[in-house]
């Protein structure tokens, strides 16, 4: 049995197969007015919607940027050697072992005199990462002067 609707917008009384069904019902407006509709919404919002896309692209791009860097930390923080240093003569042979192995420094913060230290961590790829850690402010001038 063939059931037909009239469209709320043309008022032409149309077959079931020409509506969209949502949940097993029939929708309206009939598929030719909705189509109709969507594509002069589309002509007429075209620089809204351009905007949107751009900033939904720009979002996505910063969610994978950061948890591209949220994970990279995560390894990091994981696969590390902490280290504090506060004699001279302990820095010398840590200061060797970071050159011969080819480590690089890669995040400096904080300064010898505060409560933190002054934190260097040295990185290679695919090993252990190294954490310096002094109150020393010797130490601090040749990590800087070295640039280590």
Known sequence: MIINYKCTKCNIEKSEDDYYK???????????CRNKYQKEYRKAHLES????QREWK????????YLTIKSFILRTVINMKTRTVESFEKWLIIKQYIIDNGYR??????DY?????YQVRFWKANTEQIEVITHNKDIEEDIRKNSL
């Open 58 to 65: 720009r979002s996505k791009f910063v969610r994978i940027f």
């Open 113 to 117: 005199s505060t409560k933190e230290g």
């Open 105 to 110: 420094s890669w995040q400096r913060q904080y």
């Open 22 to 32: 949502q949940k097993g019902k029939v929708t309206q407006p009939c598929k030719d």
């Open 49 to 52: 919607q351009k905007a949107r």
